[in-house]
Structures are given as structure tokens and as C-alpha cells.
């Protein structure tokens, strides 16, 4: 079945850097989005970037444009989340989630597959 493992998250102070990986099993092919999400406390769950894994298309969404880079290594079946000028309303846990035919692909509910998130949290 479709795995997917986040990690890389911890703690940083504002201006900080930050590398997330999600790590894909399970999945058959390249022709899926995978897509990486945040949740803050008391917040709606939030599509930050999202990546077409067959041509390497990306989005984001305006917050995280121009700080955040999303980027895929396919040897490794990993997407990565390189995140910089980190702000601490940044601070949330970070989810990435894979899916075929998204169609909107930075809104969480058009993912089925799932990992389990990474905290970052940081400080100003």
C-alpha cells in the first residue's frame, strides 16, 4: 500500500532554515502529485506546495513563494520541502500526502494518502 514518511522537522529561530523529505513507497509509477500541508493549532489543515512527480510542475501558495522550494529526488522516491527565511508563523506540523489525479492540488481534501507529519516550530 501507499506509504508516505516525513522527517526532517525540529525547531528553529526565525530567519532559520529548514529540509523536509517525504519519503514514497508504494506507489507505482511517477504520474501522482505529492503535495506537502500544514496545521497550526486551532487551524484549518493548508496546501503550501505541490509537485507533478512525471514532469516535476510545481505550486505554491503565496505565503511560502520565494522562501520555499519544493523538489523531488527520483532515485530516492523523495520529495523535498527546502525551507528558508523561516517566519514563526510558520510553525506548524508538516504533512505531505500523494495523489493521482488531485485536480486541485494544493487543497488537502483531494489527497487520500497521508504520512503521519513532522513538527517544526519557530521561534522568533
Known amino acids: 500500500q501507499v506509504q508516505l514518511v516525513e522527517s526532517g522537522g525540529g525547531s528553529e529561530q526565525a530567519g532559520g532554515s529548514l529540509r523536509l523529505s517525504c519519503a514514497t513507497s508504494g506507489i507505482t509509477g511517477r504520474k501522482y502529485w505529492v503535495g506537502w500541508f500544514r496545521q497550526a493549532p486551532g487551524k484549518e489543515r493548508e496546501g503550501i506546495a505541490a509537485i507533478y512527480r512525471w514532469t516535476g510542475s510545481t505550486l505554491y501558495t503565496d505565503s511560502v513563494k520565494g522562501r520555499f522550494t519544493i523538489s523531488q529526488d527520483n532515485a530516492k522516491d523523495t520529495v523535498y520541502l527546502q525551507m528558508h527565511s523561516l517566519k514563526p508563523e510558520d510553525t506548524a506540523i508538516y504533512y505531505c500526502?500523494?495523489?493521482?489525479?488531485?485536480?486541485?492540488?494544493?487543497?488537502?481534501?483531494?489527497?487520500?494518502?497521508w504520512g503521519q507529519g513532522t513538527q517544526v516550530s519557530v521561534s522568533s
Open positions: 500526502a500523494s495523489e493521482t489525479s488531485p485536480l486541485l492540488p494544493l487543497v488537502p481534501s483531494r489527497y487520500k494518502s
